[in-house]
């Protein structure tokens, strides 16, 4: 018993007394179960009662499924703790036991003219006891656009009209749970002094978004013209030519940096756009999707577009992309995401900060941060909501795209 305190305290912080008492509820239910369990397999099948192979039945089926939901909140955790950490502040977001819900401390001080407690955020770097320090309540501090080195920035600045003095012996402080979406907007306009000047959260946004678009578009259509020749197409060593091509996939990706650098600045590509979108416009796992999902397609729509007088290019884009949408759906998926995480090619041909991508903002701002987990947090769902977007509405297409690929 006291074993089993000490896991729920670990868990579940002192305050959260619903949350012991589900987990106290969840392991007397387990507890139930394996006896009854326990107990059907003690005794012989023959010999049991109905009612007792129904209870047996049904503390199987709860085991099973609970294993089972063990199992999805296990893969869903790491995403639930990015997005309550999201909301919550600097504190709370370090504190242990940990706080499972999105939660804040909440600072309070007496108002200089009317003595009632409100909501301040302090404006000190540090606090020394004793010390009267400026303050500002938290419904005067804003984001506002100010200029600075004749540059606008957005800042979370107070008003400086509702900035008063208190003494932090005044203070009183409480957690409070509460969705506080400035973390958001910190992650958003938080700017990073580089040597070659100021970039945001905005500008790695737009250039990995960009990037990878434009990258997805150019792999989809050469890998849907190798693909269409590789599968419909008759040509003296077309099947050693598919071999030797699928065997690339074999070499490692670190193995061509050196090569694709070297080429790339042999053209003068280097710290520019073209950079991030030009060596990804091929995809070799792309050309076997396609070229395997092209297979199924039956010949005699070839011969029904011959007759038409249509060609093979014209076949190719009115005939077989049209029936393809769930291949070219499900490689343009794979291709973003592998776009959307690149890091390590950024860092080497990108030396301009208003050229890298949102991953390199995220390993800066990691670096920058430190121990701001609750911004770094939030600059991670930014990063993470488009990829969630294009998979809910279009996982119907990919799963559909991977069941057909390479059926006859």
Not at 254 to 282: E, H, K, R
């Amino acid at each position: 018993m006291e074993t089993a305190s000490g896991i729920i305290s670990l868990l579940v912080p002192s305050g959260n007394t619903v949350l012991r008492l589900v987990v106290l509820s969840l392991l007397a239910v387990n507890a139930v179960a394996l006896w009854q369990l326990w107990r059907g397999a003690m005794t012989a099948a023959g010999t049991t009662s109905p009612a007792s192979r129904v209870l047996t039945d049904v503390a199987t089926r709860f085991l099973v499924y609970q294993v089972l939901a063990i199992g999805a909140a296990v893969m869903l955790l790491p995403f639930y703790w990015m997005v309550v950490t999201a909301f919550k502040d600097g504190q709370t977001a370090a504190a242990f036991p940990p706080y499972w819900t999105p939660t804040q401390i909440q600072t309070e001080a007496p108002h200089p003219e009317t003595g009632e407690m409100v909501p301040v955020v302090p404006q000190a770097v540090q606090i020394v006891a004793g010390q009267e320090i400026p303050v500002a309540p938290e419904e005067g501090v804003r984001f506002r656009r100010v200029e600075r080195g004749g540059v606008w920035q957005t800042l979370e600045l107070p008003d400086p009209e509702s900035v008063f003095m208190a003494n932090p012996d005044n203070f009183v402080t409480n957690p409070i749970m509460a969705l506080d979406f400035r973390n958001f907007l910190r992650a958003w306009y938080r700017p990073e002094q580089t040597s070659r000047g100021e970039v945001n959260f905005l500008t790695y946004f737009l250039v990995s978004a960009g990037t990878s678009v434009a990258a997805t578009t150019g792999t989809l259509i050469t890998s849907a013209l190798a693909a269409f020749a590789f599968a419909r197409l008759v040509f003296w060593g077309k099947t050693v030519l598919f071999y030797l091509i699928l065997a690339t996939m074999m070499v490692p990706g670190q193995v061509l940096l050196i090569p694709n650098f070297l080429v790339l600045s042999g053209l003068g590509m280097l710290d520019t756009y073209a950079a991030l979108v030009v060596p990804w416009l091929a995809s070799v796992f792309t050309i076997f999707l396609m070229r395997q999902f092209f297979m199924t397609i039956p010949e005699d729509l070839w011969e029904a577009a011959r007759i038409d007088g249509a060609g093979r290019f014209r076949y190719l884009w009115q005939v077989v992309v049209p029936l393809s949408k769930p291949v070219f759906i499900t490689a343009g998926i794979f291709d973003f995401l592998n776009n959307w995480n690149s890091l390590l090619w950024p860092l080497i041909v990108t030396s301009s900060p208003t050229k890298r991508t949102l991953m390199v903002g995220l390993q800066n701002l990691n670096d920058e941060a430190g121990t701001e987990f609750h911004i770094l947090m939030a600059a991670s769902c930014f990063a993470i909501l488009p990829i969630v977007v294009v998979f809910f509405f279009l996982q119907r297409f990919f799963i559909e795209g991977i069941a057909r690929t390479g059926l006859k």
